[in-house]
């Protein structure tokens, strides 16, 4: 696989800004979704997400001139189309998995829904080992599982005694869940191996991948919202906070590619996660959320477990067996 030598500290970098770009991305996200009364059309800020995450900006810095850029684009997206069909696998697979989970939200209750998600951890730690074959040592697993254990925490909230006032299926959410843990493991890991295996700029697969992103997410405007959308207008009820929510989850969709390029999805899995505990704890300064014992068990866990994952792997070969140079010294100090 090709690969790019970078520094730790720019691995780190990547992974604080991707961390701290998620967790205000949360935050603004609710604002906006609870605060404004004129309510945008989530649908179309996604569309305009998935269209400054093209980075055209990023492609013409790194080629030079609009010259470079065009001729680039050209042999890379007209020319290609076999490489557009490849980098549009993850669009239609996190579109299914966006599918699936409302599915399985409307089928299964809520908390039961939170735990079953979050095992699409292990499952993209399971793809890696099989996709990219890679190896984690024993304590890397136990840290993954941990960190799944840790997110069931943070995000818990208990069931409420309430009716139901539709008919669930629960059979019907188990598969749901199923497929979009399935979807969200495979989707994260084929894009890094893409990313990985050949030397193309990594801002010519972003541009490969949300050119399909962007249609798939047109569709969802006119399926879900066509009709307000042509009475109101595509960008109603868009505020400055609305745009801020918009380059946010813009920025976000950037450096995960680079996060994913650089070092690994499960990496980015902590880092989401660590995400999911600064936005909990914002949320209790600016709406007054309660921190309770299981957000704070689950914090401690999530912590515990990224620390575990980046311990080194303890080199054992020398262990199994010992050297000829070994034996002989042994051997000699016995006679």
């Known amino acids: 696989m090709a690969s790019e030598p970078v520094s730790v500290v720019f691995k780190l970098y990547c992974l604080t800004v991707m961390t701290l770009v998620a967790a205000a991305y949360t935050v603004a996200l609710r604002y906006t979704?609870?605060?404004s009364s004129d309510l945008y059309f989530s649908t179309t800020a996604v569309c305009v997400t998935e269209i400054i995450k093209l980075s055209l900006g990023m492609l013409l810095r790194e080629s030079g001139d609009w010259g470079r850029?065009?001729?680039?684009?050209?042999?890379?997206?007209?020319?290609?189309?076999?490489?557009?069909?490849?980098?549009s696998v993850p669009s239609v697979v996190y579109a299914v998995q966006n599918n699936m989970a409302f599915v399985a939200l409307s089928n299964l209750d809520a908390a039961l829904y939170q735990v079953t998600y979050q095992l699409k951890i292990p499952c993209t730690a399971l793809c890696m080992v099989l996709m990219l074959?890679?190896?984690?040592?024993?304590?890397?697993?136990?840290s993954v599982f941990m960190l799944c254990g840790g997110v069931t925490l943070v995000q818990w909230t208990p069931p409420q005694a309430t009716k139901v006032q539709v008919e669930q299926n629960p059979f019907l959410g188990f598969v749901a869940i199923a497929i979009a843990v399935l979807c969200s493991g495979f989707a994260g890991v084929y894009f890094e191996k893409v990313l990985k295996s050949s030397d193309t700029s990594l801002w010519v697969r972003n541009i490969q991948m949300y050119l399909s992103g962007i249609v798939v997410t047109l569709i969802g405007v006119f399926v879900t919202d066509g009709a307000q959308v042509l009475e109101k207008g595509f960008?109603?009820?868009?505020?400055?906070?609305?745009?801020?929510?918009?380059l946010l989850?813009?920025?976000?969709?950037?450096?995960?590619?680079?996060?994913?390029k650089y070092t690994d999805n499960i990496m980015k899995g902590f880092s989401a996660a660590a995400a999911i505990v600064l936005s909990t704890v914002a949320s209790v300064v600016l709406f007054g959320l309660q921190i309770t014992a299981t957000f704070l068990g689950g914090a401690l866990l999530v912590c515990v477990s990224i620390y575990l994952y980046g311990l080194p792997k303890q080199d054992t070969s020398r262990l199994q067996k010992p050297s000829a140079d070994a034996e002989d010294t042994q051997k000699l100090m016995a006679a």
């Open 249 to 260: 989850a813009s920025a976000g969709g950037l450096y995960t590619s680079v996060v994913v």
């Open 235 to 246: 960008f109603y009820g868009y505020t400055p906070w609305v745009c801020l929510v918009v």
């Open 33 to 35: 979704r609870t605060v």
């Open 133 to 142: 074959s890679r190896s984690l040592s024993r304590l890397q697993w136990f």
């Open 69 to 87: 850029c065009r001729s680039v684009l050209v042999s890379n997206i007209i020319r290609s189309p076999v490489e557009l069909l490849k980098l």
